[in-house]
C-alpha cells in the first residue's frame, strides 16, 4: 500500500486508492460521530493502511492480520508516524470475538471474505456482527453465475467454489501466497442474494450496496454496507408490520455488463488464485476489438461445423 509517511516520503510511489476513499467516506457518513471518537476495527489488514488513515484522524483502530510479513510493514508505518491509537495483532480473523476484542462502531471487511471456506464464511459475518455496533463495511467478490449450493445451519445458500491453492501446497507456500488463504484450498463465493439475506437473518437492520465514491472494481467485486440498527415500527399498515422477514430470491437479474467473460469464470473457479489474478490483469489490458478479432476465427470454424459451410476469411 502506499501511505505518505510525511515529507514527501511514501512506503510505495504515491498513488490513489477509491477504496480508501470509499470506507472514510462511509465511516464519516454512517457512524453517528466525528471519525476521531470512533473505534473501527480492520480485519486481515495486511499492512494495515485502513486502520493507520483512521488512526491518523484520532480513532482508536485495531489492525488483525495473520501474516507476520505484513504486519511487520504495518508496525513500520505506525511507529514511524506515532499512532499511539493504533493497535495491531497477529490472529486468524475467524478468531474474531467480542471476548477477545471487544466491539467496534465501524468494521471493514475488505479482501478477506472471498478467501473463506463455506461455513467460515458464514460464521464470520455472524463474528462481525457481534462485535459491530453500528456499520460493516463488506468490500467482497460475489458469485454472479452459481454453480453450487451450501447448507448452513439448515437454510441453503447458493454460490461458486473457487481454487486458492494447489492440492499440493504446503503452509510455508500458502503463507508466501499474500493475496490467497492461509489454510483453506478452496473458498466459498456467495452470491448477493445468499450474502445480504444472511446479513438479514443474523441482525443487520439494513443491507446496501455503495455505489458512491466510486472505485474501479471487476464486475464480481462490490461494496456493501450493513447497518446494525433497531427494526423500525409501522404504525399505518398493520399487512406491512406482519411482514417480517423476506429473502431476496437468487437469481435476480443485473445489468448485462456485470457479467465476467466465460473464460475468465472457468479460469478463475479452476486455477490457483495468483495464476487468475494474473489472468483477470491480462484480460485487462486487452482491448475489446482486438480480443474479438482474436476470437473470431475460432467463432467461424465453430459455425461452419455446425452448419456444414466454409468459414468466411477474417478480415484482416
Not at 455503495?210 to 464486475?219: F, Q, V
Request: net charge positive; aromatic share 10%; with cysteine.
Amino acid at each position: 500500500m502506499s501511505i505518505h509517511l510525511g515529507e514527501g516520503v511514501h512506503t510505495l510511489p504515491p498513488a490513489a486508492d477509491g477504496r480508501l476513499r470509499r470506507l472514510v467516506q462511509i465511516a464519516k457518513d454512517l457512524a453517528g460521530k466525528p471519525l476521531r471518537e470512533l473505534r473501527v476495527l480492520d480485519l486481515a489488514c495486511l499492512e494495515a493502511h485502513y486502520a493507520i488513515e483512521f488512526a491518523m484522524h484520532g480513532a482508536s483502530a485495531v489492525g488483525i492480520e495473520y501474516r507476520e510479513e505484513s504486519l511487520a510493514k504495518a508496525r513500520f508505518a505506525r511507529d514511524y508516524l506515532r499512532l499511539d491509537k493504533l493497535e495491531l495483532y497477529q490472529d486468524d480473523v475467524r478468531n474474531l470475538s467480542v471476548k477477545r476484542y471487544g466491539q467496534f462502531d465501524v468494521v471493514i471487511c475488505s479482501g478477506i471474505l472471498y478467501h473463506l471456506d463455506a461455513a467460515d464464511v458464514f460464521r464470520f459475518i455472524r463474528r462481525i456482527y457481534e462485535v459491530c455496533t453500528r456499520a460493516a463495511i463488506i468490500d467482497t467478490q460475489i458469485a454472479l453465475h452459481p454453480t453450487d449450493t451450501v447448507e448452513f445451519e439448515n437454510r441453503k445458500y447458493q454460490g461458486a467454489w473457487f481454487i486458492e491453492h494447489d492440492e499440493s501446497a504446503d503452509a510455508e507456500t500458502k503463507l508466501k501466497s499474500l493475496w490467497a488463504s492461509v489454510d483453506n484450498n478452496r473458498s466459498f463465493w456467495p452470491t448477493e442474494a445468499s450474502l445480504a439475506n444472511f446479513a438479514d437473518r443474523v441482525g443487520f437492520t439494513t443491507f446496501y450496496e455503495c455505489l458512491n465514491p466510486y472505485h474501479p472494481l471487476p464486475g464480481d467485486r462490490r461494496a456493501y454496507v450493513a447497518i446494525k440498527g433497531s427494526a423500525g415500527e409501522i404504525l399505518s399498515s398493520p399487512a406491512t408490520a406482519a411482514m417480517g422477514f423476506v429473502p431476496i430470491p437468487e437469481g435476480r437479474p443485473r445489468a448485462a455488463f456485470e457479467s465476467s467473460s466465460p473464460v475468465v469464470r472457468f479460469a478463475t473457479r479452476a486455477l490457483p488464485r495468483p495464476v487468475t489474478q494474473n489472468l483477470r490483469r491480462a484480460f485487462r489490458r486487452v482491448r475489446p476489438k482486438s480480443f474479438r478479432a482474436a476470437l473470431q476465427p475460432i467463432l467461424n470454424e465453430a459455425r461452419s461445423l455446425k452448419t456444414g459451410t466454409q468459414p468466411p476469411t477474417p478480415e484482416l
